[in-house]
């Protein structure tokens, strides 16, 4: 990667960071954006960078499910994480150990004025009335799958079949990225941003509507 590249990466990435910021509340004084898309796709990368610029926090969905709840984890996210934050409180959810298969301790999330939530299915149908934003990763599932599979090493393998039909099930009843305001594709020198199926773009701008969350051209 160039220096040039790399800079404009940040540039784009520090436009939507901004775009971000600007969005109203969505739930209580908080601006709740989510990073949604296939396992594997890129959406811990992508929050990473997004968070180094927003100072904001990030709630991985990795610590809400479990190996028996895969994608049952709504009640929770509501109980522990919603209805504190839209109340102005700080949120105490209890992150889930994949080693030890068992929900922790207590763990804060505050309420700022933008919190992130990375995860398959965080731009589910329950949860879409409390964001602001909904960011999909645009990796089809094969090729995701593929990453994550190589990621996590031979040793996940059985889990890795268990989750592809899980996923699988799980968009096919509740789809994420029709309702998408963003779609990012990764690129070798950064990110590419295109307007969501949810927006229409413009002539001189990417998406038009309120939620204008990807950086104009």
């Known amino acids: 990667m160039t220096e040039g590249t790399d800079r404009a990466d940040r540039t784009d990435l520090d436009r939507a960071a901004d775009v ?95 919190v992130l939530v990375e ?3 965080a731009g589910r149908r329950a949860l879409r009335p409390h964001l602001a934003a909904l960011l999909w990763m645009e990796r089809g599932p094969e090729e995701s799958w593929a990453r994550g599979r190589h990621r996590d090493g031979p040793a996940q393998s059985e889990f890795w079949d268990g989750w592809t039909v899980a996923e699988t099930r799980h968009f096919s009843a509740d789809p994420s990225r029709p309702f998408a305001d963003t779609l990012i594709r990764e690129r070798p020198e950064g990110y590419e941003w295109l307007p969501g199926p949810a927006v229409t773009a413009g ?15």
């Not at 002539?203 to 950086?215: G, L, V, Y």
């Open 203 to 217: 002539p001189n701008q990417i998406i038009t509507q309120s939620k204008d969350t990807s950086p104009r051209k």
């Open 119 to 121: 995860g398959v299915g």
């Open 20 to 114: 971000l910021r600007g969005l109203p509340p969505s739930c209580g004084p908080v601006r709740l954006v989510a990073v949604d898309g296939h396992a594997g796709s890129g959406k811990s990368t992508l929050a990473a960078h997004l968070t180094a610029r927003l100072g904001a926090p990030v709630l991985h969905l990795d610590d809400l499910a479990s190996h028996e709840e895969l994608f049952a984890w709504t009640e929770r996210m509501e109980d522990q994480v919603i209805t504190p934050l839209s109340r102005g409180e700080v949120a105490r959810y209890h992150p889930y150990d994949w080693n030890l298969r068992t929900f922790g301790t207590p763990r804060a999330l505050p309420p700022a004025p933008v």
